[in-house]
């Protein structure tokens, strides 16, 4: 079983700095052995739907929400299947809970379409 665990999320003041960052990890053998095409994060306020935040593909194209140009920076570590969002200059509209979500996962012959964290929340004081 593959699993996406975050962490990094919190309690910030407007114009401050969060970085998140979410690792997959499979609980019956090393992450060498398997693969993920697409991983990013989305974002879910209270009472609005979820929406793309930014995500990155393993060749390291990237697509990031309007919303968040200039301010966030996604970036990943393919070797540590991990992903990484810096967030600056966070705005109070930034508070939701982040989700880490990973797309067309393969290890050992088994494909995994999608995956998502837990969810970690971000809160961004004014």
């Known amino acids: 079983q593959v699993q996406l665990v975050e962490s990094g999320g919190g309690l910030v003041q407007a114009g401050g700095s969060l970085r998140l960052s979410c690792a997959a990890s499979?609980?019956?053998?090393?992450?060498?052995?398997?693969?993920?095409?697409?991983m990013g994060w989305y974002r879910q306020a209270l009472g609005k739907q979820r929406e793309l935040v930014a995500v990155v593909t393993s060749g390291g194209s990237i697509n990031l929400s309007d919303s968040v140009k200039g301010r966030f920076t996604i970036s990943r570590d393919n070797a540590k299947k991990t992903v990484y969002l810096q967030m600056n200059s966070l705005k109070p509209e930034d508070t939701a809970v982040y989700y880490c979500n990973a797309k067309n996962v393969k290890v050992r012959g088994v494909r995994y379409l999608e995956l998502w964290g837990q969810g970690t929340l971000v809160t961004v004081s004014s």
């Open positions: 499979g609980s019956r053998f090393s992450i060498d052995v398997f693969s993920i095409d697409v």
